[in-house]
């Protein structure tokens, strides 16, 4: 009866200890994940994700209309090979097609502007989900944006969005 209280002890600690190494790895994958996708989303020009190829301008004369250009695939792979890693797959497509990704490089393009990222504050974390406060730049203009990300329990991004 006292070895099994023995080994029910020792199963115990293992599983706890199991949990607490699963935490810890997910955790550190988090770590600079963040970091790497707010300075791609907010660094600029960057030919490499956004650029003339990667969109059309609709109408002569109209500012903002655009439509998906030749260069569309090319400049998706970019992003994936830079960030896709931290993602889950169908999140990074929604990511980079409808999501945040490209929102302000797209606008930095258009205005022929370049835009810089002056820091990044973690400002809440919970057990999946983080917001920071990034301080950036587009030309002379200092502009603040709240960015949410959600992560599964192996520390992939299953949501970003501009709060």
């Not at 006292?2 to 997910?26: E, H, Q, R």
């Not at 790497?36 to 969109?55: H, Q, R, W, Y």
């Not at 609709?58 to 695939?73: K, L, M, N, P, V």
Request: net charge negative; glycine share 8%.
């Amino acid at each position: 009866m006292k070895n099994k209280k023995i080994f029910m002890i020792i199963m115990v600690c293992a599983m706890l200890l199991g949990c607490s190494k699963a935490d810890k790895d997910a955790d550190s994958l988090r770590e600079g994940t963040a970091d790497k996708v707010i300075t791609a989303m907010f660094t600029g020009p960057n030919e490499d994700l956004c650029n003339e190829s990667a969109f059309k301008m609709i109408g002569e004369g109209i500012d903002e209309q655009t439509e998906i250009g030749d260069g569309w695939e090319e400049i998706k792979q970019n992003w994936k090979d830079l960030v896709g890693g931290y993602f889950i797959s169908e999140v990074f497509d929604t990511f980079v097609e409808m999501g945040p990704a490209n929102q302000f490089l797209t606008e930095a393009y258009l205005r022929e502007e370049t835009m810089a990222v002056e820091e990044i504050e973690l400002s809440q974390k919970e057990e999946n989900t983080e917001v920071y406060l990034v301080h950036w730049t587009i030309g002379e203009e200092k502009r603040q944006d709240k960015i949410f990300f959600k992560y599964n329990s192996e520390g992939l991004i299953e949501e970003v969005k501009v709060l």
